[in-house]
C-alpha cells in the first residue's frame, strides 16, 4: 500500500517536472529495493515503515552534522528530503500516547524489571514504529522499569 503511494508520487513529481522530490522519492525506491533484494522478501508495509524511518534518522544526523560543519546549503537539501521522507510515515506520537502505550505493554507482558525490557518493546516496536523514535521509547521503558 505504501509502496504503490510512492509509485503514484513518483508519476506526479515526473509529469509536474519536480526534480528535487523526483530524486528523493527515487532515493526512498532505491533504499526499498535494495532491502527486498538483499533481503530477498517482498516488504510488507511494516517494514517499509521501519526503513523509512531508518532514512529520517540518517537525515537528522546529517542535517545535525553539516549545521557543525557550517554546510547551510546541505542542511537545507538534507531538510528537504526529510520533509518528503516524513510525507509516508504516520502522524508522529504525543509524548502522553508513548507513555500510554508503554503502561498497556508493561501490563499486558508483566514486566517487573530491567530484565522484562525485551518483552515490553516486543509488544511496542510494532505500535511505535515509524511514529516516534524507537530508541526514546526504549529510552522511557528502562526508565520506567529501571
Not at 81 to 94: D, H
Not at 118 to 129: C, D, F, N, R
Amino acid at each position: 500500500m505504501i509502496k504503490e503511494q510512492i509509485q503514484e508520487d513518483m508519476k506526479t513529481a515526473m509529469r509536474s517536472q519536480e526534480k528535487e522530490r523526483l530524486a528523493t522519492i527515487r532515493l526512498i525506491l532505491s533504499a526499498l529495493k535494495q532491502r527486498e533484494v538483499d533481503e530477498r522478501i517482498v516488504l510488507t508495509d511494516e517494514q517499509i515503515l521501519a526503513t523509512l524511518d531508518k532514512m529520517v534518522k540518517q537525515r537528522r544526523q546529517s542535517i545535525d552534522e553539516f549545521q557543525k560543519g557550517n554546510r547551510p546549503d546541505l542542511v537545507e537539501k538534507e531538510q528537504a528530503e526529510l520533509v518528503i521522507i516524513q510525507k509516508y510515515l504516520p502522524a508522529q506520537l504525543s509524548e502522553q500516547e508513548v507513555k500510554t502505550l508503554i503502561e498497556n505493554a508493561i501490563q499486558q507482558s508483566g514486566a517487573t524489571s530491567g530484565k522484562d525490557m525485551g518483552k515490553v518493546m516486543g509488544i511496542l516496536k510494532p505500535q511505535v514504529q515509524g511514529r516516534t523514535d524507537v530508541s526514546k521509547v526504549s529510552a522511557l521503558v528502562k526508565e520506567r522499569l529501571g
